[in-house]
């Protein structure tokens, strides 16, 4: 029943549901149009992420690294490029419910800021989410209907995450060094033999992504190895999103079959420019996840999507889904003014964005 609660009350999903049964009026979907690769592909990651969490390797990680900071600009820096990593293979959602409590519990002990720190895991998480082609579903899509290589996404995301990491050092300049208390390591054991296996499985993943496999395989492998581990992993992994991109991918394929609306569309993204534009404002009012979708299905401009879409995860709440579990956690476990939070975390979201979207733009010229 919680699964069904939660995928019930997913404000994305059910935004597509509406506008998936609206489109029904006006066409009927092809079975062709339906990305099965990107669907497995998804399903997948989401399991594996999943069984790391239930494994607690990034408790672990944030804990020893925790361990070792002395002063506040220390502490940012570790957790913020934390979240990088983590983002790289975990993804920005499960780094955002992961991180920001682990900091937050610190915080309150201590009496450091929060706000700011807060802000920046979640900037880092979808900086980092980013880099990798599992890192943001959307990336998945990406590789998957524009058949691209590991070499030539890394030559996109390589770029874009050096650039994003300056700008990061530049702001870690200006946080203050105030001494803290060292703390104290957490003991967490991990377990080692399933923590190597689930690797295992996400190096064959990778394979199964670039289509070096069949997907299927990964997928069914995966699952399975969540069901030997503890099968209510299955309970925790984000059943909507695949309905999302199940229901986004049926409203795609009607629309296409309207010329007005495809026309409309092919105005918007006509060329390199067009495209990253339309990309990161459709993100801002739809998530980048709906917004690749739709906006890839009329673009041969792939770079400058892949750009824009997680370009667009900053900006507004709605932008990424990795926000608005910022904003959930950080009013879940925060000591501090909830709506100064969201004030200063709106400012700085969009100030991201603005610096960001500049880089893209000269990362697309260049």
Known sequence: ??????????????????????????????????????????????????IYAYLHVLDVLAYKLTSIADNTRKLNMLFTLLAVISGMFLGNDITALTLIPLYLNIAKKYKLPQILPVTLIGMGANIGAAFTPWGNPHNIF????????????????????????????????????????????????????????????FIFFFFGVFRIVNIVWPMLISILLALLINPRIMLKIDYALLLTFTGFFIFISDIQQIPAIVGAIHMMVHSETSTYFASILSSQ??????????????????????????????GSPIGSMANMLVLKTFNQHASVSKGKFFKEWIVMQFVGLIILTAVGWLLLKI
Do not use: C
């Open 1 to 50: 029943m919680t699964v069904l609660k939660n995928i019930a009350k997913d404000r994305i999903l059910q935004i597509t549901v509406l506008i998936t049964v609206v489109s029904l009026f006006f066409a009927r979907p092809r079975f062709e149009d339906i990305n099965f690769h990107t669907l497995y592909s998804v399903a997948a990651m989401l399991t594996i992420i999943q």
């Open 142 to 201: 990406l590789v998957s209907r524009y058949d691209v290589n590991a070499v030539q996404f890394f030559a996109w995301s390589v770029p874009y995450l050096v650039a994003s990491l300056i700008i990061l050092g530049i702001v870690f300049v200006f946080i203050p060094k105030e001494k803290i208390p060292v703390q104290k390591t957490e003991s967490i054991k991990i377990s080692w033999r399933p923590t190597l296996i689930t690797t295992a499985v």
């Open 285 to 314: 009012i739809m998530s980048n996840v709906p917004s690749t979708i739709l906006v890839g299905k009329f673009t041969t401009y792939v770079e400058a999507l892949f750009l824009g879409s997680n370009i667009g995860g900053f």
